[in-house]
């Protein structure tokens, strides 16, 4: 069947340090998005993609940064980790406009 | 901007109904979507209505749509201690595949 994975599912890693967040589908879909969810904020855009070598800034971009070198995988890395950037990440596909947007099981992040 | 409003918290009795309640702001929305969330769980799609829709049954959820005063609500009927979850509503923004979500309403389920 096909899927969106994500991995880790749970990694601790320290302030300053990079980090690369994967995320993987194979359904061949072109929209691909990164959220990330925290207490009291629901679900906040990060980056996003429509295609291979194509990536936009989302909500709340600023210390991430996404690459797309395939249509199956959108790595999420975050540069110099902050305390701030601890949080649940998720990430999403998309086949085309207008249509249902389905969600990887997420990864729990904790910059000390 | 684009801003979508939940209510935080709901409680309800097993065998109840539950209705959540959500606002959007951005009267161009195509699609409206509910996610359920579980606890330690990625968001799973409950359902979705199209803007031309006021209505959508699905077993035991109803979607309700109003679009002139941009509110949308989700009536789970019967509530089992197996709805208890975070529900997220959700627009569909103006670049036309982001999703714009709620801040999720926490519903709580007793016995």
């Known amino acids: 069947d096909a899927e969106i994975t994500q991995s880790p599912r749970h990694k601790i890693i320290e302030t300053g340090r990079q980090v690369t967040l994967a995320c993987h589908q194979t359904w061949n879909h072109n929209n691909m998005f990164w959220y990330r969810q925290d207490l009291g904020h629901g679900l906040r855009l990060i980056h996003y993609?429509?295609?291979?070598?194509?990536?936009n800034k989302g909500e709340v971009s600023d210390g991430y940064s996404v690459s797309r070198s395939n249509t199956e995988d959108l790595p999420l890395t975050l540069e110099s980790a902050a305390s701030s950037q601890t949080s649940v990440y998720f990430c999403?596909?998309?086949?085309?406009?207008?249509?249902?947007?389905?969600f990887g099981p997420g990864t729990r992040l904790l910059v000390l | 901007g684009e801003d979508v409003e939940q209510s935080l918290f709901l409680s309800v009795r097993e065998g109840d109904s539950s209705v959540i309640n959500c606002t959007y702001t951005d009267s161009s929305s195509t699609y409206l979507y509910w996610y359920k969330q579980e606890p330690g769980a990625g968001l799973q799609l409950l359902t979705y209505i199209f803007s031309n829709m006021d209505m959508k049954q699905d077993q035991r959820l109803t979607v309700l749509l109003n679009k002139k005063d941009k509110h949308l609500s989700l009536r789970i009927a019967d509530t089992q201690t197996g709805d208890s979850a975070i529900y997220f509503c959700?627009?569909?923004?103006?670049?036309?595949?982001?999703?714009?979500f709620g801040k999720g309403t926490t519903l709580s389920v007793s016995s």
């Open positions: 959700a627009e569909l923004g103006q670049a036309g595949t982001a999703l714009i």
């Open positions: 993609s429509y295609g291979v070598h194509d990536t």
């Open positions: 999403a596909t998309l086949r085309a406009h207008g249509e249902t947007q389905y």
